[in-house]
């Protein structure tokens, strides 16, 4: 079994900053690709900024120069620096992990957390 469990949000004001952490655990062989999605209310989830095992990140365009996407690959972690947070920041943070499990050869699957709300408002 594989979780990813996040934590990190919470309500802050504009212009404050928070940093978001998602940590997988379970029968982990290798972590592919790991991303932050967010989802406000009546819209889509949308991708905020994803980061491969190695290479170049990615952002949308909505967060970059104020958001930063970092990883630690010993602790199967994925965080989200938030800075200059605005109220349109305000949703639920998901993580996704693309994970290879132990004895699944090199199938990967997509894994999500639960969520994480953050608000932005004075």
């Known amino acids: 079994q594989v979780q990813l469990v996040e934590s990190g949000g919470g309500l802050v004001q504009p212009g404050g900053s928070l940093r978001l952490s998602c940590a997988a655990s379970?029968?982990?062989?290798?972590?592919?690709?790991m991303g932050w999605y967010r989802q406000a209310p009546g819209k889509q989830r949308e991708l905020v900024a994803s980061?491969?095992?190695?290479?170049?990140?990615n952002y949308a365009d909505s967060v970059k120069g104020r958001f930063t996407i970092s990883r630690d690959n010993a602790k199967n972690t994925v965080y989200l620096q938030m800075n200059s947070l605005k109220p349109e920041d305000t949703a639920v943070y998901y993580c996704?992990?693309?994970?290879?499990?132990?004895?699944?050869?090199?199938?990967?699957?997509?894994?999500w957390g639960q969520g994480t709300q953050v608000t932005v408002s004075s």
């Open positions: 980061i491969p095992r190695g290479g170049s990140t």
């Open positions: 996704k992990a693309d994970i290879i499990r132990i004895g699944d050869g090199w199938r990967a699957i997509d894994y």
């Open positions: 379970g029968r982990i062989f290798s972590i592919n690709a």
